[in-house]
């Protein structure tokens, strides 16, 4: 696990590497429709390093992000289309009001465990969406709210995609430091132990309630600004982006890249975004295809895309190394 | 609100409610059996009103024939997906077989759009629609063969679990497989029976809710999630739980269109659900978590 996720300086050396990747892709992809694809797939890795974090580190499966990324969402485009405060401000209304509501349903929630927990996540998106739906004065219904501005500062409007772009992507890179600093802290080694055994984690000494809360609320904001970010781009926002299914996807995602691995989140988070894309073209039978894809990935994978890598990193130098035949048999086996 | 209107929400709640019930133990058995929450449980229920409704319509087989059929068929897929699927991955994380489920009930749904299309579809009610007045509320009958079927449906799952040798090696799967295993019963042959089971379950419900409110290859992403609600209200993981949990739901639902309104059923039903796994975090029947330490 130590080597996939690069220990000490090697780790920074690959951050900025992927830091340079993502800026470099809107250079050789610069069509307005390419940028939009990374721009989502920007947003799609801020909530799923968020989530990773949560589901993969502390353990605590939530099916209820996309509640918080349709708080995120709305909180920016209420702020903005129905009083008239600049953009800036609905972002920070995002991050103050998707952490408040994660507190504030963390608390209980998250004395439940497993099974009953994903379901509390579940139900508490599903009243979310409903609030969307029925409290039309506030976000519009069905219709949903339209012309939200662009974010700016200091007078730099972030209004074409490549200029959101750079946002995005700031905010991307600035997620990934957080995960991997917290991943590789005091605050990442007490998540693991909640993860491996709420009840020995305890006994050290890990205030097991305080870091569960501390992490799921560091998911919904996460989450949030990702809807914030999402409706800059689009421009307007409407209940049916935040359903059951958009919660499911990004689950799919921390888990087709590698649980626990702040770098399966990135693999994950872009892969899955590039394939829905991708399928697109192929009009009726594109889900068919994702879903059929998703169900031999993850026969084929059980680990995630990094967990077949490292697999397949480790029997190449198992084979280059100089070790005895048994020895090599012996772990391709476990 | 008047005794007759009240009695009239409390009954279409407990047919919608039974649909869900029957649903939830299609969760519950899988989930007893595995640990792992079936995404794909909605597209069971699906696929068995829509392979009815061409059974009967285009096949012209009688409502019966087109009935069992069905179940049938949904059952072979069932199977289908255990042993594609969920057999090969017997060692993996739940997590992972959850996905797995989420990337069937996906593949399973687009097929069913393909197959059928985007339109609603129905069956003509199982006798009639001529609708019977009892105290003041009209029933159709198809709200009695819903509920009565579920109830006949149930107390044989309990027949089988009490009576037969596979109920009961079933139980002890859910219980303690490793104990299970070394009693000589075949786990392997039980995570198959429970799909089976289970998509026959789910096919059954399909069957049945179709002449009341039609059923398009969407359905099932809505249908699952008031199963597998229902099968957490009750208790994951015990059958007369799901039972309860799925027709409490349904209740639920059908109060709170009647004294809220249409739009706020679903926040309502999950607002309580909410409340009730906040004080009792193992359902109403569920027994307490246990931890090993």
Request: proline share 3%.
């Amino acid at each position: 696990m130590a080597s996939a996720q690069g220990t000490g300086r090697s780790r920074w050396v690959w951050v900025g590497i992927y830091a340079a990747v993502m800026a470099l892709l809107p250079i050789i992809y610069s069509s307005n429709y390419y940028i939009k694809v990374l721009v989502a797939l920007g947003i799609n890795t801020i909530i799923v390093l968020g989530l990773n974090l949560l589901m993969g580190y502390a353990g605590q499966v939530s099916i209820g992000h996309a509640a918080f990324y349709g708080i995120g969402a709305y909180a920016l485009a209420i702020m903005t289309t129905k009083y008239g405060l600049p953009a800036w401000l609905g972002i920070a209304a995002a991050i103050i009001v998707g952490g408040l509501v994660a507190y504030w349903i963390a608390k209980p929630s998250l004395r439940l465990k497993g099974h009953y927990l994903a379901m509390a996540t579940l139900g508490f998106a599903e009243i979310v969406h409903v609030l969307f739906l029925e409290l039309k004065d506030m976000t519009g219904g069905t219709d949903g709210l339209y012309g939200v501005p662009a974010p700016s500062i200091a007078g730099f409007a972030f209004d074409t995609p490549q200029k959101l772009y750079i946002l995005v992507w700031l905010v991307t890179v600035v997620s990934l430091v957080l995960a991997l600093n917290i991943a590789h802290s005091r605050v990442g080694r007490a998540l693991r132990a909640v993860h491996g055994s709420e009840i020995a984690a305890a006994a050290m000494g890990v205030d097991t309630a305080k870091y569960k809360i501390q992490v799921f609320v560091l998911s919904a904001i996460l989450a949030s600004v990702g809807g914030s970010l999402y409706v800059s781009m689009v421009g307007y926002v409407s209940p049916e982006s935040f359903t059951l299914g958009v919660s499911i996807t990004l689950v799919a995602m921390v888990v087709f890249g590698g649980m626990g691995n702040v770098w399966g989140a990135i693999i994950g988070a872009s892969t899955l975004t590039i394939l829905q894309e991708y399928l697109k073209g192929y009009q009726d039978y594109n889900m068919v295809i994702f879903g059929a894809i998703l169900m031999l990935a993850m026969v084929f994978m059980p680990r995630g895309l990094i967990g077949a890598g490292s697999e397949i990193i480790s029997s190449v130098r198992r084979r280059f190394a100089d070790i005895p035949e048994t020895a090599g048999e012996e772990n391709a086996a476990s | 609100m008047q005794f007759d209107q009240l009695l009239q929400f409390i009954v279409s709640g407990i047919t919608s409610g039974s649909i869900y019930a029957l649903i939830a133990l299609g969760f519950t058995l899988i989930y007893n059996s595995t640990q792992v929450i079936n995404f794909a449980q909605g597209e069971f229920v699906m696929l068995g009103g829509l392979s009815a409704v061409s059974l009967h319509s285009v096949l012209d087989l009688p409502l019966p024939a087109a009935f069992l059929l069905a179940v049938g068929i949904v059952t072979i897929v069932g199977i289908l997906f255990e042993r594609v699927a969920i057999h090969p991955l017997r060692n993996s994380s739940i997590i992972t077989l959850i996905i797995v489920t989420v990337g069937a009930s996906i593949l399973l749904k687009n097929i069913a759009m393909i197959l059928w299309g985007r339109d609603s579809l129905t069956l003509p009610a199982f006798s009639g629609d001529k609708p019977v007045e009892i105290l003041g509320a009209y029933i159709t009958p198809q709200t009695l063969w819903v509920i009565g079927l579920t109830t006949i449906a149930v107390l044989l799952l309990q027949v089988f679990y009490k009576r037969t040798i596979v109920g009961k090696a079933m139980k002890a799967c859910s219980i303690n497989q490793n104990a299970a295993k070394l009693m000589g019963i075949n786990t392997s042959r039980i995570v198959l029976l429970s799909f089976a089971m289970s998509a026959a379950f789910g096919a059954m419900a399909g069957v049945l809710i179709t002449p009341i409110s039609m059923i398009s290859y969407s359905a099932g992403g809505f249908l699952g999630l008031k199963g597998f609600a229902g099968a957490v209200l009750g208790g994951l993981g015990n059958p007369i739980g799901a039972v309860v949990g799925g027709v409490l739901l349904g209740v639920l639902e059908s109060l709170s269109i009647g004294f809220i309104s249409s739009g706020y059923k679903d926040a309502v039903a999950f607002l309580i659900l909410l409340l009730v796994l906040f004080f009792k975090p193992s359902g109403i029947l569920g027994s307490r978590v246990k931890e090993k330490v």
